[in-house]
């Protein structure tokens, strides 16, 4: 059985970074932890991809898995 949490959603505000997984739960986490998101504008931060070990912000170097 796999237990991966699977993210299909991700958004922003000031403070936070809010991910929903592929059963609606959704979770946040503060951008603190993020130093390159949270020193971001609205496009770098929208421009991510899903992969099998998290999101990748290519540009900003970042990654949460």
Do not use: C
């Amino acid at each position: 059985m796999d237990d991966r949490i699977i993210i299909t959603e991700i958004w922003f505000d000031a403070d936070h970074i809010y991910g929903k997984d592929n059963e609606g739960k959704v979770y946040k986490q503060s951008l603190l932890w993020y130093p390159h998101l949270l020193d971001a504008s609205d496009d770098q931060r929208n421009n991510f991809t899903f992969g099998y070990a998290g999101i990748h912000w290519r540009n900003l170097d970042e990654e949460i898995a």
